[in-house]
Structures are given as C-alpha cells and as structure tokens.
C-alpha cells in the first residue's frame, strides 16, 4: 500500500473521526484521571470552559475540527452531507452516552455537534475557495454543462 496525496488526509479524517467518538464516550472518571495526571490537560480544558461560559464548547471545537478535516478527506462531500452526517454521529454519541459512566446524553449537545461540524466544513470550504482551489458551486456546474467545456 502506498500513501498518496489523496489518502493522507482521508487517513487524518478517520483518526480525526476516531478520536472526537473517544472523547466524547469515554467515562467522566478517564478524563479527571487525565486532569490529575497531567497539568497541561487540565489548564487546557479549564481554558476551553472558560472561553464560553455556559455552553459545552468541547462539543463545537472537536466537531468544527472533524468538520473542517472532512472537507479535504472526502472532497466531493457537500454541505447537506455533512449535516446528515454530523447529525447522525452526534445522535449516535448522544445514545452510547446513556450507558457510559458519568456521562449525561442531552439534545443541546447534538445540537452544538452539528453546528460546530457545519461550521468547520464550511470555514474550510470557504478557505479552499479564498485560495482559488475550488470554485463556486454555480460556475463548477455550468462548466460542466457548457459543450466543448
């Protein structure tokens, strides 16, 4: 198996994938064995509860990140994709949660899933359009169509 330009970022979008179901399913009790064991993890999520009081922006920044990932591992992806897609991730998370220790399943947090997913797909389109390596939408299928094109 070779690596190509075209895998690598489909294998980053799967541990990427990986790590955001880990983080979100593992008991309460691992992460504050974390907290415990190292310092820069509890500064980091003392910060990231910080920033937003009030709102679980865990949830948005490990979705906007497998969000913003999945832009470049499944380029032909689309914007309705994504969400269907976030959506049912997060609602899978959210039900595995009923069984994990410590964990509370709760809408509010599928909701900020799929936000924080459609946010970064939509922030990495948008950088891969300011850069000229996409183009719109509307002009991609009139090129298509145009004969001779």
Do not use: N
């Amino acid at each position: 198996m070779t690596l190509t330009s075209r895998s690598i970022p489909r294998i980053v979008l799967m541990l990427v994938l990986a790590l955001v179901v880990i983080s979100m399913i593992v008991p309460s009790s691992a992460l504050d064995f974390l907290r415990i064991q190292y310092d820069w993890v509890d500064s980091v999520i003392d910060f990231v509860f910080s920033v937003v009081p009030g709102i679980d922006i865990d949830h948005l920044l490990a979705f906007g990140v497998l969000g913003f990932v999945a832009h470049f591992g499944w380029p032909r992806g689309r914007a309705v994709e994504m969400v269907i897609g976030c959506a049912a991730l997060a609602s899978l998370v959210e039900v595995i949660q009923i069984w994990v220790p410590g964990r509370e399943p709760a809408l509010a947090h599928a909701v900020l899933d799929v936000i924080g997913g459609s946010a970064g797909f939509g922030l990495a389109w948008v950088l891969t359009y300011a850069w000229g390596k996409q183009s719109l939408p509307e002009t991609a299928g009139e090129a298509q169509r145009r004969p001779g094109a």
